[in-house]
């Protein structure tokens, strides 16, 4: 009989429940200095449907500055369209082109000043934490990781992006939201003062 009790309560311990809250916006975003894409998560209860997705197209600005000028500019109106409560923001990976991971870390650290700006928590997620949580794959193709979102979001094929920077955005809202009321494994910031916390050697 002790036996069993400990059995439910060890189970009870390693079952992960999403907590659910009444109404939570998230915004995610896949950052890019080529093509930004972002999604828009609604959760009501611990029901999750789609707001939007979309781009921000920045191939038509040659110089980098016009560039980071303009995500700005996207992702204050994109804040300032559908409020979020929080923001999901995938971390650059590591690459070989030392400048292409400079203008990539850039665009995603323009993203995220505007978030605390306004005083949105951010979560960052390593590309491979978001296919697993999306796919249970973390080699899963970015049409994989499409894929899956319309089917569990129930999204029409019309209404599919063409590019798949939109999906990889709304792919990093739909990770966090299954990382609710999960134990926190990911770096998050409250506002400029948290961040400044957590980041001392940043400030000159």
């Known amino acids: 009989m002790f036996a069993q009790q400990n059995l439910r309560i060890v189970a009870r311990k390693e079952i992960q429940v999403i907590q659910p809250v009444k109404e939570k916006i998230i915004l995610g975003i896949d950052p890019g200095t080529t093509i930004m894409g972002y999604g828009v998560l609604r959760i009501t209860g611990t029901q999750p449907s789609l707001i939007a997705m979309g781009i921000?197209?920045?191939r038509k600005f040659r110089?980098?500055?016009?560039?980071?000028?303009?995500?700005?500019?996207r992702v204050l109106g994109i804040i300032e369209s559908f409020l979020p409560d929080e923001l999901a923001i995938e971390a650059p990976f590591f690459g070989k082109n030392v400048q292409s991971m400079l203008k990539l870390g850039r665009a995603q650290g323009v993203a995220?000043?505007?978030?605390?700006?306004?005083?949105?928590?951010?979560t960052e997620y390593a590309p491979l934490k978001i296919k697993m949580a999306i796919t249970g794959n973390v080699q899963a193709s970015k049409e994989q990781v499409a894929d899956m979102l319309q089917r569990?979001?129930?999204?029409?094929?019309?209404e599919m992006p063409q590019f798949m920077d939109a999906t990889?955005?709304?792919a990093a809202a739909y990770c966090h939201f299954l990382q609710m009321g999960r134990p926190a494994i990911t770096k998050g910031y409250n506002g400029w003062?948290?961040?400044?916390?957590?980041?001392p050697e940043r400030i000159k």
């Open 193 to 199: 003062k948290d961040f400044i916390a957590k980041h």
């Open 152 to 158: 569990m979001l129930h999204i029409a094929p019309e």
């Open 63 to 73: 110089d980098h500055y016009l560039k980071l000028k303009h995500i700005h500019q």
């Open 168 to 170: 990889d955005g709304l």
């Open 56 to 58: 921000i197209d920045l």
């Open 112 to 122: 995220m000043a505007v978030a605390l700006s306004r005083d949105i928590p951010i």
